[in-house]
């Protein structure tokens, strides 16, 4: 089964500043997907940004970006310029597609407030 | 706004009765999927429907059902409830073609907060 571990449960960041949020996961598969949604005080879920294993460049949205490393397991977003309205809680997420099955796990959260 | 509705956005009701929620995909995706969302938790999958056939099943009570219709909306029933219930409930959905690809990706609906008094 597919584990995805967000190690910081809560991070501030200044308005203007860039910062990281950390995303490992544990799986034996070769081709997957990785995402990373945004969940504001409204609660909406939010794609922010999708990451394809196959591929190796990272993925960039405007001004998120991550930084995929395949062998270590590693999905990272960075968000430069952070803005008041990036305050809200970020999930990732790996989805494996098998056949039309699929599944996503979720990792825990983490709570980003950007502080003006 | 992602496309996907749900319906109530919210609902109050006591414990032992039964409640249905309901929702609509994005034009074109055939697949839906339900999470439930309690306070301050991450998402737990409970189940997914693709083309009215159910595909995959998460962690879903025996108290909870669901279905999709030939119009690709679904419901999700939750019966017999309980306080525990009380939570924030999504659907999503996507194209879920056969062959996998970025089309697979979940698109979320803004969730019905259900509350069990």
């Known amino acids: 089964a597919q584990t995805v571990t967000q190690s910081q449960p809560e991070m501030s960041v200044q308005e203007a500043e860039t910062v990281t949020l950390s995303c490992t996961y544990d799986?034996?598969?070769?081709?997957?997907?990785l995402f990373w949604y945004k969940q504001p005080p409204s609660r909406q879920m939010i794609l922010v940004i999708r990451q394809e294993a196959y591929k190796q460049q990272n993925a960039t949205e405007n001004r998120f970006s991550v930084n995929f490393q395949k062998a270590a397991k590693s999905f990272s977003l960075k968000i430069s310029d952070s803005q008041l309205g990036d305050t809200a809680m970020y999930f990732c997420a790996f989805m494996k597609n098998s056949g039309g099955y699929q599944k996503v796990t979720f990792g825990t959260g983490t709570k980003l407030q950007v502080i003006p | 706004d992602s496309g996907v509705t749900q319906t109530p956005k919210h609902l109050i009701t006591a414990t032992g009765q039964r409640v249905t929620l309901r929702c609509s995909p994005r034009s074109g995706d055939l697949s839906v999927y339900w999470y439930q969302q309690s306070l301050d938790q991450g998402l737990q999958f409970l189940i997914q429907?693709?083309?009215?056939?159910?595909?995959a099943k998460g962690n879903i009570l025996e108290r909870f059902s669901a279905q999709q219709f030939p119009d690709l909306h679904s419901e999700l029933n939750l019966s017999s409830l309980e306080l525990g219930d009380s939570a924030l409930y999504f659907c999503?959905?996507?194209?879920?073609?056969?062959?996998?690809?970025?089309?697979?990706?979940?698109?979320f609906g803004p969730g019905t907060r259900l509350t069990v008094l």
């Open positions: 429907y693709y083309n009215g056939e159910e595909r």
């Open positions: 799986t034996s598969e070769n081709n997957y997907y």
């Open positions: 999503a959905s996507s194209v879920a073609s056969d062959s996998g690809g970025p089309s697979d990706t979940q698109y």
